[in-house]
């Protein structure tokens, strides 16, 4: 399991310092049907939620 998940996106509400992501889990889907995705950018992060 990973110990530290990076993120770059400062506009996400879980986005902290040093570019740590401070969810308690993260969840990232395909953007394709099925399960497979042959690269990064056929992903999401489903955990993303806007700061407000």
Not at 1 to 10: N, P, R, W, Y
Not at 42 to 52: A, H, R, S
Request: proline fraction near 2%; charge should be neutral; aromatic fraction near 8%.
């Amino acid at each position: 399991m990973a110990k530290d998940v990076k993120c770059e996106v400062d506009s996400c509400k879980y986005w902290g310092n040093g570019n740590l992501c401070q969810a308690s889990s993260i969840y990232v889907v395909n953007q394709r049907s099925g399960n497979h995705a042959s690269t990064s950018s056929e992903t999401d992060c489903k955990t993303f939620d806007p700061k407000i």
